[in-house]
């Protein structure tokens, strides 16, 4: 099964998980896995493509949400071949995860959604590795119970991303030491470097962002021991239609990778 290969590959080293928030065209998507595929293999980091046919959590109803399930996965079942990158993408109900599965190596758990059983058990009946994002209302120590669900389908390629904790309103805080808490759970730990720093409805209707903090939230993980670090990446950020304030420029996608793949071949004496 190809999912037992790259989650053998993942548990093996260090790789980063990237792409546009939301998928906006396929020219944009294609242009920024390629650009990915290119940065990571130039800097010895296995990578994987992000991206969402539809982005359901909005704070306005007026938030675009991509271009819908039959055509985003098309889209990503294209950039897969073209680049020979795996794909993820969020599924947001029970009954998109087998129609997603036949797409996509990677079903991802939206944060909001991460303690919803149907969902989390029918990703898992996938046999495809599941990324589980940590709600912003959970302690890391609660993620044993959300990873025990999907587990318990007999599916145990599980990765556990962290993307902050809410703290007061329209705030978000990263404590560190929930990724050794949750790598203490037995999967590979993800820091989500780009939702650490979102303003959730900070702009009253969509959500704003301190995208300069990205590199020190990012440099902290890998130093805490994270096994992948997750960016949203767009060439222009302050364009996207959808999170674009906490985004990472395309451009500087390069430079990160590189301080990132050198921290991660210190040795970790700890």
């Known amino acids: 099964m190809y999912s037992n290969a790259l989650y053998a590959r993942l548990l093996s080293g260090h790789f980063v998980i990237a792409g546009p928030c939301v998928l906006e065209s396929l020219e944009l998507a294609r242009r920024v896995a ?3 595929a290119e940065c990571a293999a130039k800097h010895g980091l296995p990578a994987v493509f992000k991206s969402s046919y ?9 938030g675009f949400r991509g271009p819908g399930m039959k055509e985003g ?10 680049t020979g990158l795996p794909v993820i993408t ?10 997603a599965a036949a797409y996509v190596d990677i079903l991802q758990i939206p944060a909001f959604l991460c ?25 890391p120590w609660d993620m044993r119970a959300v990873a025990e669900k999907v587990a318990s389908t007999g599916n145990s390629h599980i990765l556990l991303t962290e993307r902050g904790t809410t703290f007061g309103y329209n705030n978000l805080v990263v404590d560190m030491r929930a990724l050794p808490i949750m790598a ?14 979102q303003v959730p409805g900070g702009k009253g209707n969509c959500s704003g962002g301190e995208r300069q ?26 364009k996207a239609l959808c999170d674009g304030p906490n985004s990472w420029p395309l451009h500087r996608l390069s430079a990160l990778l590189k301080e990132l793949s050198l921290l991660w071949s210190i040795p970790n004496e700890a």
């Open 213 to 238: 903090y990205v590199p020190t939230l990012a440099r902290a993980a890998v130093a805490a021991g994270a096994s992948g670090i997750f960016l949203e990446c767009h060439p222009n950020p302050d």
């Open 54 to 62: 539809d982005k359901a959590n909005r704070t306005s109803l007026s």
């Open 90 to 99: 969020d599924i947001h109900a029970a009954e998109e995860a087998d129609i």
């Open 73 to 82: 996965l098309e889209w990503l079942s294209q950039i897969r071949e073209e």
């Open 184 to 197: 203490e759970i037995g999967y590979p730990v993800v820091f989500d470097a780009t939702h650490s720093v």
């Open 34 to 36: 390629h650009e990915l």
């Open 115 to 139: 303690r919803q059983t149907s969902l989390l058990l029918a990703a898992g009946k996938t046999g495809k590795i599941i990324n589980i994002k940590k709600g912003q209302f959970l302690a």
